[in-house]
């Protein structure tokens, strides 16, 4: 069974950092593209980051590109997300996701990130 | 950038009724790359469609996509209880490189 259970999420105040965790099970990690998608409050999916299995090939959204930074460490099964300069705006429920193709069967349950003062 | 836009953006419809869910392309999206997922309140998103048209594992065959190009629908042939939620449709491999539509909601009528 494939599960993915993210941590690191909290609160933190404008301009500060945060680093997201997603650690995976049940497939083989090293050969699945990864992704990260969050979900505003009673907002629409929106795709964050993406990178490939060997981590050589990542990918992001133009509202957090030069901001968050997406990497893996194939030897823990784990993939991350480095969140810097965080805004108001970046205020969502952060999903982690296996990619296979071009869909996205399998999520973990998503870590709450609130940035506010 | 392809924008998904989905409609409508609520439909009401009881039980035992069919819903049909569009989903419209900016631009040509390949089918290949095309799905649906549905989501419940406080829950992460299933994937119900890939490929337009392919069920995802342990998808009840009243679920069903079909389209091309810029076109899609997800159909519901009577809808069941659980089947009140929110649905997304999705594209990949197009700059923004993932990205969703803006939900419909079927609730009950």
């Known amino acids: 069974e494939v599960q993915l259970l993210e941590s690191g999420g909290g609160l933190v105040q404008p301009g500060g950092s945060l680093r997201l965790s997603c650690a995976a099970s049940g497939f083989t990690f090293s050969v699945n593209a990864m992704t990260w998608v969050r979900q505003a409050p009673g907002k629409r999916l929106e795709w964050v980051s993406g990178?490939?299995?060997?981590?050589?090939?990542?990918d992001y959204a133009d509202s957090v590109k030069g901001r968050f930074t997406i990497s893996r460490d194939n030897s823990k099964n784990t993939v991350y997300l480095q969140m810097n300069s965080l805004r108001a705006e970046d205020t969502a429920l952060y999903y982690c996701?296996?990619?296979?193709?071009?869909?996205?069967?399998?999520w973990g349950q998503g870590t709450r990130v609130t940035v506010s003062s | 950038e392809i924008v998904l836009t989905q409609s409508p953006g609520t439909l009401s419809l009881s039980p035992g009724e069919r819903a049909t869910l569009s989903c419209r392309a900016s631009q040509s999206v390949s089918s290949t790359y095309l799905a649906w997922y549905q989501q419940k309140p406080g829950q992460a998103p299933r994937l119900l469609i890939y490929?337009?048209?392919s069920r995802a594992t342990g998808v009840p065959d009243r679920f069903s996509g079909s389209g091309s190009g810029t076109d899609f629908t997800l159909t519901i042939s009577r809808l069941e209880p659980e089947d009140f939620a929110m649905y997304y449709c999705q594209q990949y491999g197009s700059s923004p490189k993932l990205t969703f539509g803006g939900g419909t909601k079927v609730e009950i009528k």
């Open positions: 490929a337009a048209s």
């Open positions: 990178l490939s299995g060997s981590g050589g090939s990542t």
């Open positions: 996701a296996r990619r296979r193709g071009g869909e996205l069967p399998d």
